[in-house]
């Protein structure tokens, strides 16, 4: 009889510990709740500019785009476009995608005179990372990859031979495919505007690109491998996705290089049905 009673006031006092924790967390998270609103009570609310619907990049800005939102001033970005000021944007590009009810900056509107100099973190979509790949030269394409481009990140690494264990071979693969590129060096993507050419002069060694957080992940083991990053740039309205790229080795090339030549001949230099 001891034996049954021993379990169930273990789960009894259990039972209780839990409604007890649950309990004290609602209790500290509505303390919380109302020390936040007795903070924010007496702040000065101010009105901004939002997109009233999602902008994509690229894309010119219609009055029905945008909306009003009131939030405290003393979190508003010193970038943020006013009411007063909204209809200096209207028919201008964004740089990067807005989403609904975001606040919309200078910082994003392309060719704009009144950027702020405002952080990297500043253009960050919501729920993306910025992480700085070490590419420069050849590898970004002579140096002509900019903020704002769209490109694929590729990688040259030393795999163990799939024939031979006890061996290493090199072989290419398609990290991440359709990526923003947020900044070269120091120009950062808010500096689009300017002329391709004036940019295009600057040297860097490094590009920051945009990714998800599973995404920084693997580009940062990606560079711990020791291997060679590459980028190569996209035709800025090309959304597409290759999928099942192959990895590239040598024996890779012996044995596609014929149809990769024929496929080229074919479908890319006379646009025929391949």
Known sequence: MKEKI???TAIVIGLIAFLLTGQYLRSQRDALEKERQKLYAGAKRIDIVVAS???????AIRKEDLGLDSVIESTVPPDVVTPE?????????????VGRTRAIMWGNIEGSDRAAETSLASIISK????????ISGAATVSSM???????????TFSFPSKK??????NATITVLQDVTVLATGQTMAKQAGKRRSQLGNASYNTVTVEVTPK???????????????????????????????????FEHIEKSLPEMNQYRQKVIRHRTTY
């Open 164 to 169: 031979k264990p006890n061996e290493m071979e």
């Open 215 to 249: 995404e920084a992940e693997l580009l940062v083991f990606a560079q711990q491998m020791k291997g060679s990053l590459y980028l190569s740039l996209r035709n800025s309205t090309d959304v597409s996705f290759e999928k099942e790229l192959p990895e590239i080795n």
């Open 6 to 8: 021993i379990p169930i």
């Open 53 to 59: 619907s999602d902008i994509p990049s690229q894309t």
């Open 85 to 97: 000021d909204a209809q200096q944007i209207i028919g201008k590009k964004v740089i990067f995608a």
């Open 145 to 155: 990859v900019q903020p704002n481009d769209r490109v694929d990140v590729l990688g």
């Open 127 to 134: 729920n993306m990372r910025a992480i700085s790949l070490p």
